[in-house]
């Protein structure tokens, strides 16, 4: 095999979706051989993986730590997708809308028990998914849709919506609905040790430094082909890439660039794959400044999108011109328009503001995610070239979440995949973007956007549903509701193993075929 392999959107690319899946799938084929050494597996493994993100709610699966159990192969949900954004068998082999076209019934897949022995049924189901919508704050991926469910037997599950969901199977895909065993509602949040339906089963976890898995011998699928699991919870990038140089690690999640440059030859699997994935500056529409479209088009004009992907992060990232990108078929292929200080400074004059009465705001961000750090760094200095001075602030991004949803900060660097918590782009438009949208972190509210978005409520045809993604994006253009800066990449390491890729949906990554190497 190569010394390294990556499946990079080129920037600027004119490539459609169908053709970029393909490429990724089949290069990620490759990829997935053996890295190293005779490159025979081990039988019974151990692996040690340095994770980028930890749990932060006691594994709590309507949280965001659903994924971090999701990727430990520990839970399951009733189906699977991908970037395709097609709804794919997992606990359920079947589904079908009913004559009501509110509810949709699943069919399970029959043998499947937990890992703790409780078999999978219609009412074990429909408690894990009556739990999650319960809640609350229920998951972005079930909010607000009023979700009921009923066992219809012992085989099946009806799943109830207050109007027609075009995409119930797509939102049944999200980490969040994973399937736990009856007995797991016993605790809150519910216990995820021993009660899932994954290849994997969780034996010791230390709070949010690690956590130690074993192999699910009950497991319904492909054998697992590791023993066990060691997941360290390392949040700064470098002390990843430098636990996988030391061999502490056989695979390293998100690793900066140059440091994943690095690991060269055939003991390496190297991968880097596009991901529906968007930095964007948020800024905040409901006080001061940024109420003023004239100051959220200055900072749109300060900022040189072109320079932050092709020179702040050595073409690692596309620069962005809108929300989509080439990662998915209805994203702009289109360049960024370039950086107009002269501009910018015009407009904050007509804003009020100036030598006299200078713009000071503070820039949030977290360091979590590689390129944040060196975005933020870059972004301060273009603002500041045209009359904007940024005081930034890094922190922990959970600890500052409420404070964002609040609406108490003035702007801030996000990274948000758009097909994670449904893939569909639908999902992540409703949420972050309406009026009523519970993840609505820019604070803007527009009835036109709110009615633009309307047909996707009982739309179900793929290129109509994209059509309407096309266009919210060009209306959240002109609005300037945040600035999207680039569309960055997801990228993994592993050191003699066999069966690793890299998921762009962050959904999967200790899977049945993974295993390490001699």
């Keep these: 095999m190569p010394a390294a392999c990556a499946v990079v959107a080129p920037r600027r690319s004119r490539l459609r979706v169908a053709v970029a899946v393909a490429v990724s799938a089949a290069v990620l ?34 949280t965001d730590d659903a994924f971090v159990v999701s990727q430990l192969g520990v839970t399951e949900s009733l ?28 069919e399970l897949r029959p043998g499947v028990t937990f890992q703790n022995g409780e078999p999978l049924t219609g009412q074990a189901a429909a408690t894990a998914l009556n739990w999650v919508a319960g809640v609350a704050a229920p998951p972005r991926a079930v909010r607000g849709i009023g979700l009921q469910a009923a066992a219809d037997g012992a085989e099946a599950v009806r799943v109830t919506t207050t109007k027609p969901d075009p995409i119930l199977p797509l939102r049944l895909s999200s980490a969040n609905t994973a399937i736990l065993a009856p007995s797991a509602y016993r605790a809150t949040p519910p216990s995820v040790q021993q009660t899932g339906t994954g290849p994997m089963t969780i034996t010791q976890a230390n709070g949010a430094q ?16 590791l023993a066990g699991v060691t997941a360290n919870f390392v949040p700064d990038p470098a002390a990843r890439a430098l636990a996988l140089r030391a061999g502490d690690a056989d695979i390293a999640q998100e690793l900066p660039e140059a440091s994943a440059l690095e ?34 088009q200055a900072v749109a004009a300060a900022v040189d999108r072109t320079a932050l992907g092709e020179q702040a992060l050595a073409g690692s990232a596309i620069p962005a011109s809108e929300l989509f990108g080439p990662a998915v078929a209805w994203g702009s292929q289109d360049a960024p328009p370039p950086a ?32 944040l750090p060196t975005l933020v760094t870059a972004v301060q200095e273009m603002l500041r070239g045209a009359g904007i001075e940024a005081t930034v602030r890094i922190g922990d991004y959970d600890a500052r979440e409420p404070q964002l949803l609040a609406g108490d900060f003035d702007m801030y660097l996000l990274s948000r995949s758009y ?6 782009a639908g999902a992540t438009l409703a949420t ?16 036109e956007f709110d009615a633009l978005l309307a047909p996707l409520a009982t739309e179900t045809d793929p290129a109509a549903r994209q059509k309407v993604f096309t266009e919210a994006a060009a209306k959240l253009t002109a609005d300037v509701v945040g600035v999207p800066l680039v569309h960055t ?19 999967s990554l200790v899977v049945p075929g993974l295993a390490t190497t001699e």
């Design 79 to 106: 189906v699977a997708s991908g970037p395709d954004g097609r709804p794919r068998p997992a606990l359920a082999t079947a589904w079908a809308q009913q004559s009501d076209p509110r509810t949709w019934r699943f």
């Design 340 to 371: 107009d200080p002269a501009r910018a400074r015009q407009l904050l004059t007509e804003a009020g503001y100036g030598p006299d009465n200078p713009l000071r705001i503070e820039l949030g961000a977290y360091g979590a995610r590689p390129e």
């Design 29 to 62: 084929t490759a990829c997935g051989g053996s890295g190293g050494g005779s490159g025979r597996v081990v039988p019974d493994g151990q692996a040690t993986i340095a994770m980028a993100f930890g749990p932060s709610a006691g594994y709590g699966v309507d």
């Design 489 to 507: 990449n997801a990228n993994g390491v592993g050191h003699r193993v066999t069966g690793y890729t890299v998921d762009p949906l962050a959904k």
């Design 419 to 424: 097909l994670l918590d449904v893939p569909d």
């Design 210 to 225: 690690s956590v130690t898995l074993v192999r699910n011998d009950r497991y319904w699928g492909e054998r697992p082909q």
């Design 263 to 296: 690991f060269t030859g055939d003991e390496y699997v190297n991968q880097t794959v596009a991901a529906p994935r968007t930095a964007s500056l948020i800024l905040n529409q409901s006080r001061k400044p940024f109420a003023d479209i004239r100051v959220r």
């Design 432 to 447: 972050d973007y309406t009026c009523q949208g519970s993840y609505n972190l820019n604070h803007y509210c527009s009835p």
